[in-house]
């Protein structure tokens, strides 16, 4: 069945809600009728870490209504392995290279890391915010630390939560079985309210309640249209959990994590509806990588798909995702390739706000395929580590010109020439390789990169410098 086909087939086994079309989005928009936006990002969680995406244990009945009400996307994609470049993808609508938010020398930023994303990039809550939007960063930030580049400083109106992961700030060297038995103490994170410290240690037990608890304030406190950014800190290591929910899932303190996670997304969901705001609201759930393996347990799951965090197989940037929004978004399960990139383009056009045209942008508008039931816009997508491109995707197929392991000894870097093939819609767990059976198929994929590498012009490393570097 062709992929168009199947995706109607399986809309039409959904009972479908009112759908509004889009040109009466576009009216909306342009009449002043504007939805809300809420994004909620959560970081380190694999592809089968949900209800919903097939995981046994962990309960999360809220995002589990919600992809059943929704749209579920089965090929969506973050924009980069690790979080400081995917963070940058999706708020940039751009390839991190293209920001210079990647790098071969260091792959995120550190509390020593001297720059962040430039002041010449435009965010998503730049892009609304000139046409009247509120707009809050809640969560972790990891875009740059330092004034210059904190969240005021790229549209944000408020910002809360703590400016890089939450492993960072080490009191003393952890192996990982220590880390997989943190303590608030081992770490002198800082939790920041605009540009102030607030608290350090941040507690981080609290960190999910009150990163729920500052959205519901912004809710209630602001009038619409607004955008929220809820970048969630877990379930990146260490893993932290308040008392109300320790020891409450089969799972273990991963699945504890997962779980108010999704308690505090059923808490936004009622505050939506008391307020009035629900059929009003376009809710963006998906994750910034894949799975942190190398801790076990404490990791999520990548489900059937290969590898995880780090890595530019799939389990390292294919994320579960899931778009709500009561009585307009045509329910269903979408297996077309989608990204974070494309939700630049797609918030842009629904809140009236235009699209830089002075810049090469990678973000599609995915409201035709999210109001329409039409095909989505985005064909292909590329696996970046650092500068280099290591993968393409383009439709079914995806090649890989170089493979890395994240944790392995010497991470084990092999180039591909020609480059391994699958078809990760037959084979999403990448076990069956195929280049020698589609040459043509090779080609095509080896002329598209040709071709946006033409066209690439990278912008100046980001990650690199270090604070004693400019001393």
Not at 162 to 180: F, G, H, T, W
Not at 241 to 263: K, M, P
Not at 281 to 295: A, K, M, R, Y
Request: aromatic share 10%; charged share 25%; net charge neutral.
């Amino acid at each position: 069945m062709h992929n168009t086909s199947r995706r109607h087939f399986l809309r039409s086994l959904v009972a479908g809600s009112a759908t509004l079309a889009l040109p009466t989005l576009m009216r909306c928009a342009a009449g002043g009728n504007r939805p809300n936006i809420l994004i909620i990002f959560c970081d380190d969680l694999g592809y089968g870490d949900l209800g919903a995406f097939g995981h046994p244990t962990i309960r999360t009945p809220h995002l589990d209504q919600m992809a059943a009400n929704g749209q579920k996307w089965t090929s969506f994609y973050a924009a980069a392995s690790v979080c400081t470049p995917s963070r940058a993808g999706l708020l940039t609508g751009r390839l991190p290279v293209r920001s210079g938010m990647c790098s071969d020398r260091r792959r995120v930023l550190f509390p020593d890391s001297a720059k962040g994303l430039p002041q010449s990039e435009i965010t998503i809550a730049r892009a609304v915010k000139n046409v009247g939007y509120k707009t809050a960063c809640i969560g972790k930030w990891n875009l740059g630390h330092l004034p210059p580049y904190l969240p005021a400083r790229h549209g944000f109106d408020c910002y809360f939560g703590i400016p890089y992961s939450n492993d960072m700030d080490k009191v003393r060297a952890l192996s990982i079985e220590q880390q997989m038995d943190a303590k608030i103490e081992d770490y002198n994170v800082p939790l920041m309210r605009d540009e102030e410290i607030v608290e350090r240690p941040a507690e981080q037990n609290t960190l999910t309640r009150r990163y729920n608890e500052e959205v519901i304030r912004f809710i209630r406190e602001n009038r619409p249209p607004w955008f929220i950014y809820l970048a969630h800190t877990m379930v990146h290591i260490p893993l932290f959990a308040s008392d109300e929910f320790r020891g409450t899932s089969s799972r273990g303190l991963y699945g504890d994590v997962v779980q108010e996670i999704d308690a505090g997304i059923g808490d936004i969901l009622r505050t939506l509806k008391e307020t009035g705001q629900q059929r009003n609201t376009l809710i963006v759930f998906t994750s910034d990588n894949g799975p942190w393996l190398p801790f076990r347990e404490h990791g999520g799951s990548a489900g059937l798909l290969r590898d995880g965090k780090g890595t530019t197989w799939e389990g390292g940037m294919r994320e579960p995702a899931i778009f709500y929004w009561p009585g307009r978004i045509q329910p269903g399960v979408v297996t077309d390739i989608g990204s974070t990139l494309d939700l630049f383009a797609t918030i842009a056009h629904l809140a009236g706000a235009e699209m830089p045209g002075d810049r090469e942008m990678d973000s599609y508008d995915l409201a035709p395929a999210l109001f329409e039931g039409k095909p989505s816009p985005r064909r292909e997508m590329f696996y970046y580590r650092g500068q280099q491109l290591f993968a393409v995707r383009k439709d079914a197929y995806k090649a890989h010109f170089v493979t890395m392991a994240e944790y392995a000894a010497n991470n084990n870097r092999q180039e591909h020439d020609p480059p391994l093939l699958f078809n990760v819609e037959h084979d999403p767990g990448e076990k069956f390789e195929c280049a020698a059976r589609y040459p043509d198929v090779v080609a095509d994929i080896q002329h598209l990169v040709a071709e946006h590498a033409a066209k690439m012009v990278k912008g100046e490393d980001q990650l690199a410098a270090r604070i004693t570097d400019t001393n």
